[in-house]
């Protein structure tokens, strides 16, 4: 018998078989191919140390996620401070940034360029405004809101640390997505004032790590008679008359199964979803879904014998002297993912698929890693005990000029299969957190209840998931 299937058992996956659920549908199938549930938003276990793939912390604003994540690790849930640093120009420095101690760090001189550098920018952006010319580029974006000097310091070499492209070259929905403060005025007005609007000061974790959520939401699906299959690689959809009929699924065995499918729902990146469907899609849209571009992210975890080592969730470095973006400590999301007396950090290295730093071996990373902890005084009065590097595939999309044009084509070509729905961080390509993930999940879900057919007007929802935004 047709059933509802899904794709992927991260959060987006799983909360759209929950909601199914919830509408009545009595048996959903969720394939995942990894071991585990959770995908980006998973909890990893080694030498004693629950570690999650990047600092991941909960704070949401949507009433839904935040009723299921509290019915899902309500009383696991702690409350942390969050305190975070940025090393920039070889000084530590609070993060958001607070002017007196900027100036006295950076020393005047560099303060006041990036003062009158604003202004120019500022007037700029007036300018363009007025003439109702939005920004071409994250970098005109930031030189707009910033002014060069800022751009130059902290906000450029940053952009192409993480996302490895130019600012120039950066569609302005990075910033929009990514930068929640209004610009260097309102940045310095909350310095002053200590009325800090774009950063959380204070954030939720589940004490046993992030993937608890996941890991409890695929009992809940099984409990209420639905599956999740661990170690089921989605290898085939066939689709025929405007429908999927059936995905075939790969066993740990390496035997292939196919399953009837009702509705389809899902959450694999869509470059990997067009390479399944048979028959297959035309080449230019194909070429589409591939030039949607990923970083991956090298995770080097090291295992240290002081507690905690630093004051810092988690550290910013912009600069060049150091392999790592952003380096997080256990300890301060909850002293238990941690072995007593000891302590994890983890440093996160993003490479495109080309980058020198994919063919680096783990041995060099690891050692890399550490000459940088010794760099920044990180290191300093511990030893290390142990290292192991992760690596997350597409860890995170590139808004690169022109990706929007490219993402219509494959969606506009996808709204051709009615019972598909895809959605979630990679479905709809979109660079989210995983209470938006949960949202994208339950809207799929009932929007594929009410229209089981007609996925056309799914897509052209999208809109609304552009105004979710990344807090720092
Ligand atoms: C470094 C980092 C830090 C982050 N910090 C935060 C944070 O602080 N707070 C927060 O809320 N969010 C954070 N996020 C974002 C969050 O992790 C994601 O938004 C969310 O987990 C995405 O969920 P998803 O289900 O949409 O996608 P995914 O988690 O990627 O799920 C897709 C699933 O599909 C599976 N899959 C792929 N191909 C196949 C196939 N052929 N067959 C079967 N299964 C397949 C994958 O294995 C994966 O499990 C962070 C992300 C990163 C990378």
Known sequence: MARSVILGAGVAGLAAAHYLQRLGDSGPLVAEEKPYPGGLAATMEWRGCRMDLGPHRVHTIYPHAKELIQSLVGDDLVVCRRTSQIFLNGKWMDYPPR???????????????????????????????????????????????????????????FAFKVYREDAEDLDEMVARVRLASQGLFSVLWEALTGRNKSAVKTFLYP?????????????????????????????????????????????????????????????????????????????PIKAAADNLTYADSFLVYTLVNKQPLTPNCWMYFPGQEVIFTRVFELYHFCPALVPEGMSCLCAEIPARPADPVQFVSEEELRERVWEGFKHTGMARGAERVDQVVLKVPRAYPIYRVGYRQELKQVLDYLSGLGNLISTGRHGLFHYNNSDHSLEMGRLAAEYSFQSPEESERWYARRDEFDAYRIVD
């Open 99 to 157: 002017v007196g101690e900027m100036l006295a760090k950076l020393g005047p001189l560099t303060g006041l360029s990036i003062l009158a550098s604003a202004i120019p920018g500022k007037l700029k952006g007036l300018g363009a405004r007025i003439a109702k010319r939005p920004p071409r580029s994250y970098g005109e974006y930031l030189e707009r809101r910033f002014g060069h000097k800022l751009r130059e310091l902290v906000f450029d070499p």
């Open 207 to 283: 004490g046993k790590g992030m993937g608890l959520i996941s890991a409890r939401l695929a009992e809940r699906i099984r409990a209420s008679g639905g599956e999740v299959l661990l170690q089921h690689r989605a290898a085939r959809v066939r689709h025929t008359g405007g429908l999927v009929r059936s995905v075939e699924l790969e066993t740990p065995k390496g035997d292939r199964v196919s399953v009837e499918a009702s509705r389809l729902i899902t959450t694999i990146p869509l470059t990997v979803l067009l390479d399944l469907l048979e028959p297959k899609p035309p080449a």
